[in-house]
């Protein structure tokens, strides 16, 4: 079974591409650099690429920075096992906690079609610049973007930054930090006046707490149906969300599907 999905994953890492003739050059290039050294390390596909390209995915396109992890992210073959779960439907409420530069946005994009509606949330101004542009580049008419971060109340925030374009958190301490404002989603999905939510994606680098209890009133009244959340500290967080009549099933590594029963 481990071999097949190593095999369905090396397939789909085979099937990324670039747009034009120069990007396709790049990405086959960074490709071939990080295949020998797959085995004998966990360095990012995307630290390989040399120049910033248009990288192509069965379901969009995506601008992706040189010596930078947004490659390998956009692959189909990185979290593959949770897109195999992630699924909306046409019509679907879709919110992307911590969007990044837009993989989740733009598949549940092209999903929910003209009827649905996409929110995708990012704190950091270069990740979200590249999220807007990627969201441009794939005419997406139907997302919602919003420059915050989320906490369990509106106020300023300190985000500290890394070097690694995805572990910009709240929680984390490092030398570098920006201020950013930080909302609730009970008090975004009520500006919004959003009835229900059918997906919820959290990946907020440690934080995953702090939003769920900033969405306490709609996971109580049952109005979030599916939850994709990353948590290195399951323990902490998934005794509150099965009180509130969820079940849980482990996805991937760290990644959990909370399912209002």
Known sequence: MKFLNYL??????????????????????????FLPLRLLTKKNLGLFLFKDVIAKVSYGKFFCRKKSEDLGIISESFESEIF????????????????HIGKYTIYASKLVGS??????????????????????????????LLKNAVWDSDKELKLFITNAVTEHS???????????????LDTLFGKLKLEKVDWLKIDVEGAEIEVLKGAKKYLTKGKIKNIIIESEKP???????KKLGYSVKQIYQNYYLLTKV
């Open 8 to 33: 369905r994953k090396f397939k789909l890492f085979l099937l990324l591409s670039g747009d034009k003739p120069e990007d396709i050059f790049f990405v086959q290039i960074a490709k071939l650099f």
């Open 84 to 99: 195999s779960i992630f699924k909306p439907k046409e019509g679907d409420i879709v919110v992307d906690c911590g969007a």
């Open 115 to 144: 009827r649905g509606k996409v929110l995708a949330i990012e704190p950091e101004p270069k990740n979200f610049e590249i999220l807007n542009k990627n969201c441009q580049i794939n005419h997406c008419k139907n997302v919602i």
């Open 170 to 184: 709240l929680k984390r301490v490092t030398q570098n930090f920006i201020k950013v404002r930080a909302l609730k």
């Open 235 to 241: 323990k902490e967080l998934l005794p509150t969300i």
